[in-house]
């Protein structure tokens, strides 16, 4: 009863025929108004799915911009650039760096290089990340701090002077609320401005009034009430 006559009728025993002309009649079509019907096979039509590429069951949209999270690049929060490397803290809390890994400051588990953007080992939860010249530091929740790459001065922070290609954790901070890392030393404001550094020493960068180089972090002296950090090659300010 659509007002056509079988011999002229597509779809002879669908009323609705086909609405959205797709060769599918509407009593076989699981889209009946959507032409793109189900092409990833997730259960949404594409006209109301935010991924139609890409299967997205749960049609998650996290940064809710209207597409879903299966085909949706994560957003970059922060950037950070080292010697020969770069690092970037992506919405989810990962963190994805690129270039040179001879010291393992890419933080894969390897020391092989890359032209494309690798995510850092067991770090999802990372608020900010700082590439030195051959090493990365990360600040994590409840003001911890993690590092990897070169150790030799102890720009690590974690009692040891070996290189790391994963994240290791950074003694004793747990108040950080910045982190910044140079050329073989790293510092984190503290809460209450105060400020803790480590690894090389040669020319007083850790600024606890000797040149001796330490593994683990140290306070400077004499300095409370600081806003921020930047570190260099060679010397620290806050």
Known sequence: SDGLPDCADACPLDAFNDADADGL??????????????????????????????????Q??????????????????????????????????????????????????????????????????????????THTCALRPAGAVACWGSNA?????????????????????????????GRGHSCALRTGGTVSCWGSNSSGQLGNGTNVASSLPVSVSGLSGALQIAVGNGMSCA
């Open 153 to 181: 001065g102890g720009e690590l922070g974690n009692g040891a002077t070996v290189a790391s290609n994963v994240p290791v954790t950074v003694s004793g901070v747990s108040d950080a609320m910045q982190v910044a890392a």
């Open 25 to 58: 009649c509407a009593n076989v079509d699981p889209c009946p108004s959507d032409v793109g019907n189900d092409a990833d096979g997730d259960g949404f039509c594409e006209s109301v799915d935010n991924c139609p590429a890409v299967a997205n069951g749960s």
């Open 60 to 133: 998650a949209d996290a940064d809710s911009d209207g597409l879903g999270d299966a085909c949706d690049a994560p957003a970059m929060l922060a950037l950070s650039g080292g010697g020969n490397h770069a690092c970037s803290l992506l919405q989810s809390g990962s963190v994805a760096c690129w270039g040179a890994n001879a010291s393992g400051q890419l933080g894969n588990g390897t020391n092989v290089g890359a032209s494309t953007p690798v995510v850092v080992s067991s770090l999802n939860d990372a608020l900010d990340v700082s590439a030195g010249y």
